[in-house]
């Protein structure tokens, strides 16, 4: 009897010792804190890795058919920039020929105008005639005079241009040019021949002369001449010769521009 009461005190004793140890570790894992523990993330299961992987590989061929397109997109604006930049240059080509053209036209232009002008200056300049008798009126025997005499014809009968001077008897060059005159005398009979010389810048050119003992008597010359502008010719009476006129103008002097030169 003895012994069923120890055995049954020991197992008593055994049992409030793994009680209370057991009551200690729970008390020991109430204390420590949430922080202090170190509990593992959950993982993703490979099911959800093929779902992200699937996800991602749509997206790459997403951006790959997009990159294709803004590539041949790019291709195409570079074929057209290129279509651009050649027509470009022949918009460059075209516009420098017809600079060029518009160039040489205002060339042209210019050269036509100035032949225009020149054409205006010479029509101008080339109205250049006269024609005059010595005497205005009245008849009368000129000479004879003891020096040559320069003759000065004062019927003026027409001066297109002006560059005879019935008060010098001078007619002046306007132009460079080829010019042609013409003199005529008339002489009465007597004693005293008649002599006429005409003259450029003081150089005797080209001369006509009758002497006629009784009646009348005549004579007439003509020469073409290359004149510098401000020439003067004129016509003069040799010494101790005479020359007639009258109402009639047998005694006259012509002259008048052919070309400018």
């Not at 032949?115 to 029509?123: A, N």
């Not at 010719?233 to 101790?240: A, D, E, G, S, Y």
Request: net charge negative; glycine share 6%; aromatic share 8%.
């Amino acid at each position: 009897m003895e012994r069923v009461s120890v055995l049954c005190l020991s197992l008593l004793l055994c049992s409030l010792s793994g009680a209370e140890l057991q009551d200690n570790e729970i008390i020991e894992q109430r204390e420590v804190s949430p922080e202090s523990v170190n509990v593992p993330e959950p993982q993703p299961c490979p099911s959800d890795l093929h779902a992200v992987l699937r996800e991602m590989s749509v997206k790459l061929a997403e951006n790959r058919l997009m990159i294709q397109q803004l590539q041949t997109l790019n291709q195409e604006q570079n074929a057209k920039l290129a279509k651009y930049e050649v027509r470009i240059e022949e918009l460059q080509t075209l516009n420098q020929a017809q600079a060029s053209e518009l160039k040489s036209l205002k060339t042209r232009t210019n050269v036509t105008e100035n032949q225009v002008e020149s054409l205006r200056r010479d029509r101008a300049v080339g109205q250049v005639a006269f024609s005059a008798s010595l005497l205005e009126s009245g008849a009368a025997t000129c000479g004879p005079f003891n020096a040559h005499t320069t003759l000065v014809f004062k019927h003026v009968v027409s001066n297109i241009g002006k560059a005879y001077s019935p008060h010098t008897g001078f007619f002046t060059a306007p132009v460079r040019g080829a010019y042609h005159f013409e003199f005529y005398i008339l002489v009465l009979g007597g004693s005293d021949a008649s002599r006429v010389g005409l003259v450029k810048n003081g150089e005797h050119i080209f001369n006509a002369g009758e002497h006629q003992t009784n009646g009348f008597g005549n004579a007439a010359n003509g020469v073409t001449l290359l004149l510098e502008a401000g020439d003067v010719v004129f016509l003069r009476l040799w010494q101790n010769n005479v020359i007639y006129d009258d109402q009639i103008h047998y005694s006259s002097f012509s002259g008048h521009l052919l070309f400018p030169m």
